[in-house]
């Protein structure tokens, strides 16, 4: 299968992100009717739910960049989102990404996340890009500090309400010790041999 019209595909080791169709709805709905989405607007009822999945595909036309959904290249069930989002009234392009209530814990935020990031800074030529995340939102600020985003408070919020995390540059990525790092730790993930000890930060 592939992504819908110009919408690249990207992968990784495990993961295949292609553009969200309406087959993958059932599981994008669940996930914002469930506690999970709290900090993105949610639980919202089956109408906000389809209003907010006609938006992520509407975003690429308009924007010309999105979400893609997350699937799992050996058994292509989807796990999530990840990607670019930039709504109106939002003040920069925002990195951003949700994994399903029942496949966190394994690293995929963070291997999709990085896939997505590399394809802005390398494909479309960004040269900064931010999150946006509720300060109570503890899993998606870790996961936001492991990939080298630092708070950033001169930045502007989307509400006054949010924080905003802002990425280090691809200058700034190249040949680092923190790209090393991250791509030591996805590694880890995919070892299908490595067993984490506790609760992954998706």
């Known amino acids: 299968m592939t992504g819908h019209r110009d919408i ?18 059932p599981d994008f709905k669940a996930t914002f009717a469930s506690y999970r989405s709290r900090f993105m607007g949610g639980p919202l009822n089956g109408y906000e739910a389809w209003m907010l999945y006609a938006a992520e595909i509407g975003h690429w036309e308009i924007r010309g960049f999105g979400m893609w959904m997350v699937h799992l290249k050996d058994t292509d069930e989807t796990v999530g989102m990840a990607g670019g989002w930039s709504p109106a009234k939002w003040p920069e392009r925002e990195i951003a990404w949700i994994i399903w209530p029942d496949r966190a814990g394994k690293g995929y ?16 030529g960004w040269e900064t890009a931010v999150s946006y995340l509720d300060p109570k939102n503890l899993d998606s600020i870790r996961l936001a500090e492991r ?56």
């Open 109 to 124: 935020a963070l291997e999709a996340t990085v896939r997505v990031r590399r394809y802005f800074y390398e494909d479309k």
């Open 147 to 202: 990939l080298g985003a630092k708070k950033d408070p001169e930045a502007r919020t989307v509400d006054g309400s949010d924080v905003v995390y802002r990425h280090p540059s691809p200058d700034a990525l190249r040949g680092s010790q923190l790209a090393h790092g991250i791509d030591m730790e996805i590694a880890h993930y995919q070892d299908p041999l490595f067993k984490p000890k506790g609760w992954a930060i998706d």
């Open 8 to 25: 690249p595909v990207l992968e990784t080791k495990r993961l295949t992100l292609r553009s969200p169709k309406a087959e993958d709805y």
